[in-house]
């Protein structure tokens, strides 16, 4: 990721509360009475955990092309879900930061022929040096539709204040498709550009396959790149090899 170390504002901490709202918002006016139908109904818990040969995260390595392992949960109730997530990063010139987590939450309404995703996605950094303005929250929209075999979908991001970028706000946009050709294979890829208020911004892309070792341990080996090696190491191109395991 890019780091820039600057004084951290209040930004994230609106747009989270603003998230919540959004949320809110929309679970009211879109799904009540599903949510109330399911109100009776325990909800559903799920864990996963992966091991990888790199993070990488919109195209741009997080650990400098090393291992990485990582574990989270996910509980949904009707079209409600919230989670969370950890995992090890590392940055180039910054020996303190040593994980990233995740919380995040939101509704999966279907409507209009979509599978929609609303939801608030907060990140948050442990052992950042003082002053890097790490953390920072974003907005999701999102939505998917089955065309014959494939999946395709498109998503959004939003964060009023970026990861270390005092007070630039930032927009991430893809278009991504899947197909099983085969019992227990999917193929993959996704397209997508990050552009922040500063202009630092970069197009990135993924192609890539996942075999189903068992009903809970998948394979997946990924092509990762983007147009913009100058901006560092992380941003070269690479293959990774992951395995996660849900449960």
Known sequence: MRKRNSTKVSGANDALFGGACLVAIIALGLCSSSAEAQEKA???????????????????????????ISAGVDVT?????????????SFAGDGDTDAEIDLYAGVRPEFGGFNWDFGVVSYFYAGQPDGADYDYVELKAAASR???PATLGAAIYWSPDFFG????????????????????????????????????DYVTWNLGAAYQ?????????????????????AYDSRAVASLKAVF
Not at 43 to 62: E, K, M, T
Not at 77 to 89: D, E, I, P
Request: net charge negative; hydrophobic share 40%.
């Open 146 to 148: 089955a065309v014959g």
């Open 77 to 89: 109730q009707g079209l409600f879900y919230a989670g969370a997530w950890a995992g090890n990063v």
């Open 165 to 200: 970028a005092s007070e630039d706000e930032a927009t991430y946009a893809e278009i991504n498709g899947a197909i099983s050709p085969a019992d227990k294979w999917t193929i993959s890829a996704a397209a997508g550009r990050q552009w922040v208020s500063s202009d630092f």
């Open 42 to 68: 325990g909800p559903d818990i799920a864990f996963n955990a992966a091991a990888a040969s790199d993070y990488v995260l919109r195209g741009v390595s997080q650990t400098e092309s090393d291992p990485a």
């Open 213 to 233: 070792l068992t009903d809970h341990l998948a394979l997946d080996v990924r092509y990762f790149d983007t147009d913009e090696h100058d901006f560092g190491d």
